[in-house]
């Protein structure tokens, strides 16, 4: 099932103040990483993945999976908006005991299909279950949200085994840990690597609602194909301050900069 209406601009916007309290509570990070695939979260959620909150293993659901699993918040997040679990329970986010991990975790949370955290392992399982599925002749697809790691072999498999149900969306925010990725690895023509691994492949602007929903509504961009979706968005969107900013990986707000990102998000 897909949500009848939502305001994916608000589930976006919603998905960034909870982060914000999340990573400051608990003194976790990450922040900018957020922020960059909120508005691709809230689309997915808001209007693209079948899912159903009151079957978290329903059988033929989408399945979703954050490959750069240090982001986990905002994928708590979006699941308790979504009604996986109590909002209450993001204030555990990062503490003593707390199932809500700093890279996200599927122990004790429904809706998280997989625990991720050493990067780039999301596609190769993404690639796994897509197989899979191929292989049942079951409908449902597989999302992988990823960013930097080690996934040029499961690009491989996917296409020689043409699994036109995985999608790969790239978070590109031209940002790492330490610094620019075009300064630490050079990636262009990056949409030109993926189509000569045998991809469909789209750029599109990740935080434009409108272009990511008619892009993930018209899929597979070619049958027979998985499909690689770039988009391209900015490290910290939605906090002027944060934005295009290496400080933000490795960081939370606390005291006048959580007041300041708070102010903010809540005029947006």
């Given at each position: ?45 808001g ?43 993001l ?21 998280v ?19 899979a ?47 620019l ?85 809540m005029?947006?």
């Amino acid at each position: 099932m897909t949500p009848a209406s939502v305001d994916t601009r608000e589930l976006a916007r919603r998905i960034r103040l909870h982060a914000l309290h999340m990573t400051s509570r608990g003194g976790s990070s990450h922040i900018g990483s957020v922020f960059s695939m909120a508005d691709i979260l809230a689309v997915l959620y808001g209007a693209v993945l079948r899912v159903d909150p009151t079957a978290p293993k329903w059988r033929d659901r989408d399945r979703f999976i954050l490959s750069k699993g240090h982001a986990g918040s905002g994928v708590y997040a979006v699941l308790a908006e979504r009604g996986f679990f109590p909002v209450e329970k993001l204030m555990t986010h990062y503490q003593d005991g707390s199932d809500l991990s700093g890279h996200v975790s599927h122990k004790g949370n429904p809706g998280v299909e997989l625990s991720t955290g050493s990067l780039g392992h999301g596609l190769p399982v993404g690639a796994g279950m897509a197989f899979a599925a191929k292989l049942d002749d079951a409908k449902h697809r597989v999302v992988v949200l990823l960013s930097e790691g080690s996934n040029w072999e499961a690009a491989l498999f996917a296409a020689h085994h043409g699994l036109q149900q995985l999608i790969a969306i790239i978070d590109y925010n031209k940002i790492q840990s330490l610094g620019l990725v075009a300064d630490t690895i050079g990636l262009e023509p990056f949409a030109d690597k993926w189509r000569s691994f045998g991809w469909g492949v789209v750029e599109v602007d990740g935080h434009d609602h409108e272009a990511l929903l008619s892009t993930l509504s018209s899929l597979p961009l070619e049958p027979g194909k998985p499909t690689c979706i770039i988009a391209h968005t900015v490290k910290g969107k939605g906090v002027s301050f944060m934005e295009h900013s290496v400080l933000w990986h490795y960081r939370s707000a606390r005291g006048d900069e959580l007041a300041a990102a708070e102010r903010e998000l809540m005029k947006a």
